[in-house]
């Protein structure tokens, strides 16, 4: 009776179980990569910790390259440089050097023709590796060394292992036991799946996606290869590119508080300042008002090269909400800046009837203050993280202004938002120093209102910037430090690490301020750097603003937005060790004041300085050193400048500007149909993750 069962309830399992998938659109590649054959719990193991849980995740983790077995050479023909030898190995020996931690593994490869030494440095597997009746490729580098030639550090594969029409087999990076030939069994053996991958997408081929995927691990050529790849990148452009759009459909169907131009008050307003407003503000501040005016909630992003005037711009947005007699709340991320702001436009505000405060962790009497924001009493509140807490309530909070919001991350920025009456968004105005290239615009930020402020104000003294060897510090840049000195002007000294560590070279900022002291016992030196408690910070920073500190040694905590026009000196110590945008950051704390402003780089010994350091040298263009910095870095590093949180793009490059603009037309497309929303499933819970890093609010 039991066993009649048996069929009946595995039948009723089958049936639900695609019900199941079905249900939740689980295909296949949803499955963990223990579904595979050929990968048991161990090996599901390694894969998971390096990020690889899925059937798509293996699927998706492509060759880093492959190599070309067509025309293997004869050992009687081999000349030095890159070779592929096929042959047999024996007389496998291994040893440790002299030097500890190095093991070297020896053996002898055999063609027909001759025979050659190879060698391996700390690859000690290699001598279990080998059976000496297989035949193997061997490519790499024959080399003279050590006293003789042999073939280094040579990747091997079995001939059985290699497709003989092609000749071409993937590499892939391996992933702790895991090498490039088990990534290649696996894949192997799971041939069969290949034919269940559906499309992601709407395509113009039908199994695009699949045989993309298939031809990236077993190619027929190169060129297919490289064509499957550019198939994939696409498509994932594609996705991040549909993200972004989505985000601005969802932020078009949030209700604002329509904010009107007040034009007589705003030009009074203009004429009032000790300035002339630059174009680039002129417009920038004009794009704002526009959207501001509408019932959706503007999602701007204002970005501009330090000391390009952004918070001018945001002065002038907060003063039109002031004047439609609504909240505005401006976050920034230290109390430091929090302060300055707050300083700055309380000069400028406050005349015309603002209600300014400023709330941090510091601040004082707070229940009150609070008491004051919840009933509309105050009108713009500038402040740091405090503000974000669940007792600070505003009676109509309309626009929200978010200095270096990089710094904070989607929850954060949310929870601001949040605080505007029910029903209700607030307009958002986010800003940042980062210039972002253009590639990245047009996908990761594709969906954004962007404002540049491209244009310096008027009478703005250059930065002069030269890279110097440190043994030359005494010679070039200590008299150029005493004539600063002289002038009664400041110096900022910037160091890699806090404290000096036997390890490394790196002059500390305690060991550099020692120095300095020695050096300079006429002048006031003191120290800065990020473990010491934020009301510490505080007040040296303040102190320093003040004048009363004239050489500030410090790590790179300096960097965000302060203010002190009277420093015109900056020395950045191991400056190849910094990012490019980051070191232009950094030298934007100099030249803020009336005076000429100079950098020095100083580089190590007498090594060759990097391109970045001379690209720094030579340009002050914040937009000019981003598109260097993509070039040079990646944008996954670009990003993380611009955006809390990572970029992490599988296949696509970012640099691809035709690949680029045929995903966005293609997501246009998508678009105008609300069908395939509810059709490509896979497509729509996958870009989730990509909506969250593609928002500003
Ligand atoms: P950032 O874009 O780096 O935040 P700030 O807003 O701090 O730049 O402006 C830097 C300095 O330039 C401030 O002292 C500010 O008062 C001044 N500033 C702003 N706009 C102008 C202008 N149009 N002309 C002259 N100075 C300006
Ligand atoms: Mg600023």
Redesign the pocket.
């Known amino acids: 009776m039991y066993t009649s069962l048996i069929p009946i309830l595995y039948h009723t399992y089958a049936i639900l179980s695609i019900v199941i998938e079905m249900m939740y659109n689980r295909s296949m590649l949803d499955e963990s990569v223990e579904s595979l054959k050929g990968v048991g719990p161990k090996t599901a193991g390694i894969l998971k910790k390096h990020g690889i849980h899925t059937v798509r995740d293996f699927l998706y983790n492509l060759p880093r390259d492959y190599e070309n077995y067509q025309a293997p050479t004869s050992i009687a023909e081999i000349r030095p440089g890159k070779v592929v030898i096929k042959g047999k190995i024996d007389s496998l020996t291994t040893r440790r050097a002299r030097r500890r931690n190095l093991s070297i593994t020896e053996g002898v490869i055999r063609d027909k023709t001759g025979a050659i030494k190879t060698v391996w440095f700390n690859q000690g597997y290699r001598i279990k590796q080998f059976s000496p009746e297989k035949e193997y490729y061997f490519t790499g580098n024959y080399e003279f060394k050590n006293g003789r030639y042999s073939l280094i550090s040579p990747s091997a594969t079995e001939v059985t292992d290699v497709d003989p029409n092609t000749g071409l087999v993937p590499i892939y990076v391996a992933h702790g036991k895991l090498k490039s030939q088990d990534f290649r069994r696996i894949m192997k053996s799971s041939r069969d799946k290949f034919d269940k991958i559906p499309d992601l997408l709407p395509t113009v081929a039908t199994g695009a996606r699949k045989k993309a995927l298939f031809y990236t691990h077993f190619p027929n050529s190169i060129k297919s290869a490289e064509g499957a790849r550019e198939y994939l990148a696409y498509e994932e452009l594609f996705e991040l590119i549909l993200a972004s759009q989505l985000n601005r459909r969802e932020n078009d169907k949030l209700k604002a508080m329509p904010i009107s131009f007040s034009a007589p008050k705003i030009r009074e307003f203009v004429a009032s300042l000790p300035?002339?407003?630059?174009g680039a503000?002129r417009r920038a501040t004009w794009d704002i008002f526009q959207n501001m005016e509408k019932s959706a909630p503007m999602n701007r992003l204002l970005q501009?090269d330090?000391?390009?005037?952004?918070?001018?711009v945001a002065a002038m947005s907060a003063y039109e909400a002031f004047l439609a007699s609504l909240q505005v709340a401006f976050l920034a991320p230290t109390a430091i800046l929090a302060t300055q702001h707050f300083e700055?436009l309380s000069k400028i505000l406050t005349p015309l009837g603002v209600k300014v405060a400023l709330l941090t962790g510091a601040t004082k009497k707070k229940p009150e203050l609070k008491a004051k924001i919840a009933t509309g009493e105050i009108d713009l509140v500038i402040g740091t993280h405090a503000l974000l807490t669940d007792d600070t309530v505003f009676q109509d909070l309309s626009l929200v202004i978010i200095d270096e919001q990089h710094r904070f991350g989607v929850e954060q920025r949310q929870k601001l938002m949040l605080k505007s009456p029910k029903d209700k968004a607030p307009h958002l105005l986010a800003m940042t120093?980062t210039p972002i290239p253009r590639s990245l615009q047009l996908t990761v930020f594709g969906d954004l209102d962007v404002s540049v402020?491209n244009e310096m104000?008027?009478?703005r003294q250059p930065i002069t910037t030269n890279i110097l060897p440190e043994i030359d510090t005494r010679e070039r840049l200590y008299p150029k430090m005493r004539e600063v000195l002289k002038a009664k002007n400041q110096i900022y000294w910037i160091c890699k690490a806090i404290d000096d560590n036997p390890q490394s070279e790196t002059t500390s900022v305690k060991s550099r301020t020692a120095k300095l002291v020695q050096d300079f016992p006429k002048a006031k030196v003191e120290f800065l750097h990020g473990r010491m408690k934020p009301a510490e910070k505080d007040e040296i920073m303040a102190r320093f603003a003040d004048g009363k500190i004239d050489i500030l040694v410090s790590t790179t905590v300096v960097e965000v937005?302060v203010?002190v026009?009277n420093a015109t000196l900056m020395v950045i110590e191991n400056a190849e060790s910094y990012g490019l945008a980051q070191l232009h950051q950094l030298r934007?704390r100099v030249g803020?004041g009336k005076v000429a402003s100079f950098c020095y780089l100083l580089t190590p010994g007498d090594v060759k300085p990097t391109r970045r350091l001379r690209e720094l040298e030579k340009s002050s263009d914040g937009f000019y050193l981003a598109e260097v910095d993509l070039r040079l870095r990646g944008p996954g590093e670009i990003y993380g400048a611009l955006q809390h949180g990572a970029l992490d793009l599988r296949i696509a490059t970012l640099s691809d500007t035709k690949l680029i603009a045929k995903a966005q037309r293609d997501v246009r497309e998508f678009l105008k149909n609300p069908e395939n929303m509810v059709k490509y499933k896979e497509l729509m819970s996958g870009i989730t993750k990509y909506q969250q890093i593609t928002t500003l609010n």
Do not use: C, E, H, I
């Open positions: 300035f002339k407003l630059t503000q501009g330090v000391g390009s005037g952004k918070t001018m700055n120093a402020l104000p008027k009478g937005g203010d026009p934007g803020r």
